[in-house]
């Protein structure tokens, strides 16, 4: 008889460890579908740092709506926003502008300058001329009609006696 005793003692101690191995594992599945968002209890989800979900009403079903099929909506592709890289529009200068095309045109024939500039503007051709290689603009005055070389003079003269102030 002093046998039973140990087998009551041992089969006690085999079902208390079996609970607790089922009690543990099935709270560690509950955290787990908790943690990837499969399973929805705001306590747990706040305790594991995540933000918990609004809680969801179960709807009654309608034996109405139960002879009707229920047709899944495709979820829609999100909505593809074309990514465009910004790029800075670069800063223009006119007078670098002028400066650049007066070193091309000092380096031209007057004949042929005559020819490139015979479409610009009066305005416009005194801006450049005004910053161009003083040789070069009395070779170009020389070949152009006289009327227009003399309108050219007067703005070039007006252009050149602009005081620029200094930024600072």
Avoid: H
């Amino acid at each position: 008889m002093a046998k039973k005793p140990k087998n009551k003692k041992k089969t006690i101690l085999i079902v208390v460890f079996l609970v607790l191995f089922l009690l543990l594992g099935s709270a560690g599945a509950v955290v787990g579908l908790v943690y990837t968002d499969k399973l929805n209890i705001p306590a747990l989800a706040k305790l594991l740092g995540k933000k918990p979900k609004a809680p969801t009403v179960a709807k009654k079903e309608d034996p109405k709506d139960a002879k009707k099929v229920v047709k899944k909506a495709k979820p829609k592709p999100p909505a593809v926003v074309p990514i465009t890289p910004t790029k800075k529009e670069p800063k223009i200068d006119p007078d670098l502008g002028r400066e650049k095309l007066a070193e091309i045109w000092a380096e031209m024939p007057a004949e042929k300058l005559k020819a490139v500039v015979e479409t610009w503007k009066d305005p416009e051709l005194a801006k450049v001329l005004t910053v161009m290689d003083s040789e070069k603009v009395t070779q170009l005055l020389a070949v152009l009609d006289p009327k227009r070389a003399a309108a050219l003079s007067r703005m070039i003269q007006s252009e050149a006696s602009v005081v620029l102030e200094k930024e600072g």
